[in-house]
């Protein structure tokens, strides 16, 4: 099955810092890839829409010049929160689509968990 | 963007079928009905879906109201790796943008 692979898993941080996660396609071109937001005992919050080669469209309510997406290719997407602050402390989950019809498959990579001190 | 309504938590025992229903009364003609299950600190697991017709894989099975108004997810027989939140999406002409809802968190007994 299609995979898709989150570096790093894990990262603790201090407050200021900008801090990048990086969502990887491994057997197959995404078109699109997502970025979402859980915090514990929540649901999972689309943050982000990226597709290669433009600029990513964010949901509303989340900060653009905070939340900065490259997507450098058709497999490998990356989020990096910048001047990172305890609030930004979550899960981030990348995914991503080969195709781009409604019913086309998601696939998730593991997550980073991101712990900002 | 169309919603779902999921029960926020279910049980069940070990090896006995599980039904997991999911109430989406304002779905659209080209909304597809996506099932996705999530285990504590992993990311989503893609589980099945459908548009009309039921439709069965290794995983699990989707029942899909004439009306299409709800649907269920069966899980034949429940092991304790089924524990996890369910989620049901749908998904239509929105640049395949999910919106996760908060899900149905099953919880297995042996």
């Known amino acids: 099955g299609a995979v898709v692979s989150q570096h790093p898993s894990w990262v603790i941080c201090k407050s200021g810092t900008s801090v990048k996660i990086e969502c990887r396609s491994l057997d197959f071109q995404a078109t699109t890839m997502f970025w979402y937001r859980q915090f514990p005992k929540q649901s999972l919050m689309l943050m982000a829409t990226?597709?290669?080669?433009?600029?990513?469209?964010?949901e509303q309510g989340v900060e653009k010049d905070k939340f900065l997406i490259n997507h450098a290719s058709l497999t490998l997407s990356t989020l990096t929160v910048t001047s990172a602050h305890p609030e930004d402390s979550s899960f981030y989950i990348c995914?991503?689509?080969?195709?781009?019809?409604?019913?086309?498959?998601?696939?998730f990579g593991p997550g980073t968990r991101l712990t900002v001190l | 963007d169309a919603k779902t309504t999921q029960p926020n938590s279910m049980e069940s025992n070990e090896e006995e079928p599980v039904h997991l229903p999911c109430n989406h009364s304002t779905i659209s003609g080209t909304d597809y009905i996506h099932w996705y299950r999530q285990l504590p600190s992993q990311g989503p697991e893609y589980v099945i879906h459908?548009?009309?017709s039921n439709v069965n894989n290794r995983m699990a099975s989707l029942a899909i109201a004439e009306d299409r108004k709800s649907s269920t997810l069966i899980l034949h027989r429940a092991t304790l790796r089924d524990a996890a939140v369910y989620y049901c999406i749908l998904l239509g002409n929105n640049f395949n943008k999910f919106y996760f809802g908060s899900g149905t968190k099953l919880n297995v007994k042996p």
């Open positions: 995914s991503a689509t080969p195709g781009s019809g409604s019913s086309d498959t998601q696939y």
């Open positions: 990226s597709n290669e080669g433009s600029k990513a469209t964010y």
């Open positions: 459908g548009l009309t």
